[in-house]
């Protein structure tokens, strides 16, 4: 049996653009069922530093026209959307705590994506306690649960895993913030391409051959 298609989404929570890409992705990603797809976690950080790129903040135009960009892109798809007072933050704690669930507790890890705490409620996601509220309703308020993840944080297997992911992206040649390496069916991993930011959809879907609902149609699903 040939191989089924597949969109590998490298990301990390620090990136406005990541949260929409997932907000969006996940509104009509089940219209392809014949699509694995996997979230990876990365330190971007560690990837820019790498490469020698130069975050958007960096740059008061580029940092204002993306605030501008992701109040539109808020208006168009109704996902709520608040740029942070606190942005950057570091996100290496959150990152390997996702790291953890994503071994451990496969079936909840993109439910633990898929929160507002940075993007809508301007939490910081640094701070352990925030994460800890974050993650408790998903796991029934299992506080021990919870912990346990927050401890493996620094745990050196996960430490090597977030590691490794960060390695790999750059070896694949990731520069930014969401990148999906897709590839079609029956092919080999080294006919991987990728698309980088939360617009290529559209690119993906005529890429793979599949159908795409567009932004208009999505605002009714959010």
């Given at each position: 049996?040939?191989?089924?298609?597949?969109?590998?989404?490298?990301?990390?929570?620090?990136?406005?653009?990541?949260?929409?890409?997932?907000?969006?992705?996940?509104?009509?990603?089940?219209?392809?069922?014949?699509?694995d797809v996997t979230f990876k976690p990365m330190l971007l950080g560690?990837?820019?530093?790498?490469?020698?790129?130069?975050p958007l903040f960096k740059f008061p135009s580029k940092k204002n026209h993306m605030i501008a960009d992701l109040d539109r892109i808020s208006a168009?798809?109704?996902?709520?959307?608040?740029?942070?007072?606190?942005?950057?933050?570091?996100t290496v704690l959150p990152m390997r705590v996702l790291t953890a669930l994503q071994i451990h507790e496969a079936e909840k890890y993109e439910q633990c994506i898929d929160k507002d705490e940075f993007f809508v409620h301007g939490r910081?996601?640094?701070?352990?306690?925030?994460?800890?509220?974050?993650?408790?309703?998903i796991f029934n308020e299992d506080t021990q649960k919870v912990e346990s993840f927050l401890k493996l944080a620094t745990d050196p297997e996960?430490?090597?895993?977030?590691?490794?992911?960060?390695?790999?992206?750059?070896?694949?040649?990731i520069f930014g913030?969401?990148?999906?390496?897709?590839?079609?069916?029956?092919?080999?991993?080294?006919?991987?391409?990728?698309?980088?930011g939360s617009d290529r959809f559209e690119m993906i879907a005529a890429y793979l051959g599949l159908s795409y609902?567009?932004?208009?149609?999505?605002?009714?699903k959010l």
């Open positions: 049996m040939a191989a089924r298609a597949s969109i590998t989404c490298y990301y990390d929570l620090v990136s406005p653009y990541t949260y929409m890409g997932f907000k969006l992705f996940n509104s009509f990603r089940q219209q392809w069922p014949g699509v560690g990837v820019m530093n790498e490469i020698k790129n130069q168009v798809t109704g996902i709520p959307f608040r740029f942070p007072p606190d942005f950057p933050v570091n910081n996601i640094s701070d352990a306690e925030v994460v800890q509220a974050a993650l408790a309703p996960i430490k090597q895993v977030f590691k490794t992911n960060t390695e790999e992206a750059i070896a694949k040649g913030a969401p990148s999906f390496l897709v590839k079609k069916a029956g092919e080999s991993q080294d006919k991987e391409v990728l698309f980088f609902p567009g932004l208009k149609d999505l605002n009714s």
